[in-house]
């Protein structure tokens, strides 16, 4: 499977897609429902309205949503040279890595958010390159905000943004400056719309109230999750074992890119401290860079003979709950 994605021609995207549709189809027997919403997030709470009493389209959103964005997160990494070899093999992990749960196969709160999640690397990989990437850093801050419109955790991903400022030890204020407008610039609108509705003191008191408490609640899960999710943090470690024992040998640039992938991991499972009932969602939020960092473990690797084994295993086991293990509760 590994020598096959090491390519990187329409072949391997085919195979990719149809992976994903033979995984997705098996969960259609039973579709499960969207994750009602958490917080103050005005946009998923229109999408949910409008799509959780037609689970089949949520789920074909859903698909087309995810599939997208494997494709596109194959093309950023390519693009800025962050795996060894042209590849396809990080859309394929992030297809499955993204959907690794049977509840997860529909539209969620968690995999818009990676779609945003998207948008905020590529601009701020592109901004290493430029002399004044004020519109870049703009559009980072913009689509933290538009995010967390659907996933309000990811609203900690503006801190992500500061962090990859002082990687690039970017000190020009108009840049800090910029990607605060940005964030700013979508709140002022929802600001806007809830004060000429006369909901504006009920807006503020759910974000206090929201970021005011932290409250994680592991919820009990069969042993199948377990063993799916143990899958993912073995392919987490071996990635981030690997990155942090590689990163002294790359470029500069490569290094400093590789930093703030280290930097967005963090940012991401910081999110789940406002989680809330959302957490059995929350390790999706990891597929973007789980998925690069277990690229490159797999692209440096001679012997693959066991780890071969691995993949397989996990794939197998991942069809197999999909097809036969109840879904998870989503409240």
């Known amino acids: 499977m590994v020598r096959f994605f090491k390519s990187s021609f329409p072949v391997q995207f085919i195979t990719i897609g149809v992976t994903g549709l033979l995984l997705w189809g098996i969960g259609a027997i039973h579709p499960p429902v969207m994750p009602p919403p958490n ?5 998923y709470s229109i999408l949910f309205g409008w799509l959780s009493g037609i689970p089949y389209l949520a789920m074909c959103i859903g698909f087309l949503l995810v599939l997208f964005q494997a ?34 196969l529909t539209l969620t709160p968690v995999n818009i958010s990676t779609f ?8 701020l990989l592109e901004a290493y390159n430029q002399e004044e990437p004020i519109e870049l850093v703009y559009t980072a801050g913009f689509f933290v905000a538009l995010s967390s419109f659907f996933y309000l955790p990811s609203l900690l991903f503006y801190g992500f943004i500061l962090i990859a400022f002082l990687v690039y030890r970017s000190m020009k204020w108009r840049e800090w400056i910029s990607s605060l407008i940005g964030l700013i610039t979508p709140f002022l609108y929802l600001v806007v719309l809830y004060f000429l509705t006369d909901r504006l003191p009920g807006l503020l008191s759910l974000y206090s109230g929201y970021f005011g408490q932290v409250d994680i609640v592991f919820p009990d899960v069969e042993w199948n999750t377990l063993i799916l999710v143990a899958f993912l943090g073995i392919f987490m470690l071996l990635g981030l074992l690997d990155t942090i024992s590689h990163i002294a040998e790359k470029t500069v640039e490569l290094r400093k890119k590789n930093i703030i992938l280290l930097w967005m991991l963090v940012s991401s499972i910081g999110t789940i401290l406002f989680a809330n009932s959302l957490l059995t969602y929350f390790p999706a939020l990891l597929s973007v860079c789980i998925s690069i960092f277990a690229t490159n473990f797999f692209m440096r690797r001679r012997k693959l003979f066991w780890l071969e084994l691995l993949l397989w295993l996990f794939v197998i086991l991942l069809f197999i709950n999909t097809a036969i293990w109840p879904y998870l509760p989503v409240n």
Do not use: Y
Request: glycine share 2%; hydrophobic share 60%; aromatic share 14%.
């Open 116 to 123: 945003f999640l998207l948008f905020i690397l590529r601009a």
């Open 71 to 104: 494709f596109w997160l194959n093309h950023i990494i390519l693009r800025h040279n962050l795996a060894s070899h042209n590849t396809s093999l990080p859309a394929l992990l992030f297809l499955l890595f993204i959907s690794l749960l049977p509840s997860w």
């Open 39 to 43: 917080g103050p997030v005005p946009l």
